[in-house]
C-alpha cells in the first residue's frame, strides 16, 4: 500500500512540473523563432537601409551644401540654397503648379473613376471585356502613353485635330504650344491614364457592398438617386479616401506624364517641382540646389499625407 501511495504521489509531482517545463520550453523557442525572424530580415532591412535611408540622408546634407559637379570648389552653404530657393520665381511657379496640378487631376480622376466604376458594377452584355478595359491604361508605360499622346495634339496630323475639323471646326488648336491648351491637355491626358486605377478600387469597394442593403432600400421605396447617396457614397467614403490619399502622394511627385507631354512647357506653363528638380540636378548638375528643392517637396508630401491622417481618418468621418 505505502509502494503504491509514494507512486502515484510521484507521478502527481512530475505531472505537475510537467506544464511548468512545457511553459519554459515554448518560452524558449518562441525566443528562437523571435531571433532566428530576425536574422531572416536582417538583409531585407539592410537592403531597403541602403535603398532608401542613405540617400535620404545625404540628399539632407547636399541640401546644405554649395554642390556643383563642374564647380571644383564645392563648400558648406549652410541655409544659402534654401534662402536661393524663396528668391527664385521660377521655383514658386512650379511650386504652384505642383498643388494646382495635384488637386485638380486627383479630382478629376477620382469623379471619373467612381463614374466609370459605377456603370462596370452593373449588369450589361460584355461587362467581362469593358471591365478588362479598364487595365489598359494602367498598363501602359506613363512615357510612352505621353509621347503617343503628344503626337496625338499635333496641330497639323494630330487625332484630336482631325476629329474637331471634321465636326466643323474652321481651324485647329495648337494644344502644346498654348499655356492654358498644354494645361488642358496634360489634364486629360492625367485624368485618362489614372481613372483605370481609381475605377479598379472603387468597383472593388462596390462589390463589397451587401445585396441586401440595396434590397432594403428598394423596399422602402428610395430611387436610385437615393440609393446612391444614402447607401453608397457613406459605404464608400473608406475606399474614396484609401484613393485620395494614393493618388494625391503620386500627383505630388508627377515627373514621366509632364515630361514626355510638355517637358515643362509652353515656357513655365506646366513646369512642376519634379520636373524642376530634374533640369537643376540632373541636366545643370546643381545637385546642392536640386537637393533642396526636393527636401522642400518631401516636406510638402509629408503635410499632405499628415492633413489625410488628421482630417481624414477620424473614426466619425468613416461613418
Do not use: C
Not at 549652410?78 to 521660377?90: A, E, M, T, V, W
Not at 498654348?178 to 462596390?206: C, D, E, H, Q
Not at 515630361?259 to 513655365?268: A, D, I, V
Not at 533642396?292 to 466619425?316: E, W
Amino acid at each position: 500500500m505505502s509502494q503504491a501511495v509514494e507512486a502515484t504521489g510521484r507521478r502527481r509531482r512530475q505531472g505537475g512540473l510537467r506544464p511548468s517545463l512545457r511553459t519554459k520550453r515554448s518560452r524558449s523557442l518562441s525566443s528562437q523563432e523571435r531571433r532566428f525572424a530576425f536574422w531572416l530580415l536582417l538583409p531585407t532591412l539592410v537592403g531597403l537601409s541602403a535603398i532608401l535611408l542613405y540617400p535620404s540622408i545625404q540628399t539632407i546634407l547636399w541640401s546644405f551644401q554649395h554642390y556643383i559637379l563642374t564647380d571644383p570648389l564645392n563648400h558648406s552653404y549652410g541655409l544659402g540654397n534654401y534662402r536661393q530657393l524663396i528668391h527664385d520665381h521660377i521655383f514658386w511657379m512650379a511650386l504652384r503648379f505642383t498643388i494646382f496640378y495635384a488637386v485638380l487631376s486627383v479630382i478629376g480622376q477620382t469623379l471619373v473613376g467612381l463614374g466609370v466604376a459605377v456603370m462596370a458594377n452593373r449588369e450589361f452584355k460584355g461587362r467581362g471585356i469593358f471591365r478588362a478595359a479598364l487595365l489598359f491604361p494602367w498598363m501602359m508605360p506613363t512615357v510612352i502613353t505621353a509621347v503617343v499622346w503628344r503626337f496625338m495634339y499635333d496641330p497639323n496630323y494630330g487625332l484630336f485635330n482631325g476629329v474637331l475639323q471634321r465636326l466643323g471646326l474652321p481651324h485647329a488648336f495648337v494644344w502644346l504650344g498654348t499655356p492654358t491648351l498644354a494645361v488642358i491637355a496634360l489634364f486629360l491626358l492625367a485624368i485618362w491614364k489614372v481613372n483605370s486605377f481609381a475605377a479598379l478600387v472603387f468597383l472593388a469597394g462596390l462589390q463589397s457592398i451587401p445585396a441586401s442593403v440595396y434590397e432594403a432600400a428598394d423596399v422602402d421605396g428610395a430611387n436610385p438617386w437615393q440609393r446612391f447617396w444614402r447607401i453608397t457614397m457613406p459605404m464608400l467614403k473608406p475606399t474614396i479616401l484609401v484613393v485620395l490619399v494614393l493618388r494625391t502622394v503620386e500627383a505630388l511627385q508627377a515627373f514621366d506624364i509632364i515630361y514626355g507631354l510638355t517637358l515643362g512647357g509652353p515656357g513655365y506653363s506646366t513646369l512642376n517641382l519634379p520636373l524642376y528638380l530634374y533640369q537643376q540636378s540632373i541636366q545643370g548638375l546643381n545637385f546642392g540646389y536640386g537637393s533642396a528643392m526636393g527636401v522642400v517637396l518631401a516636406i510638402m508630401i509629408a503635410l499632405f499625407a499628415l492633413l489625410y491622417m488628421k482630417v481624414l481618418y477620424r473614426p466619425d468621418s468613416l461613418g
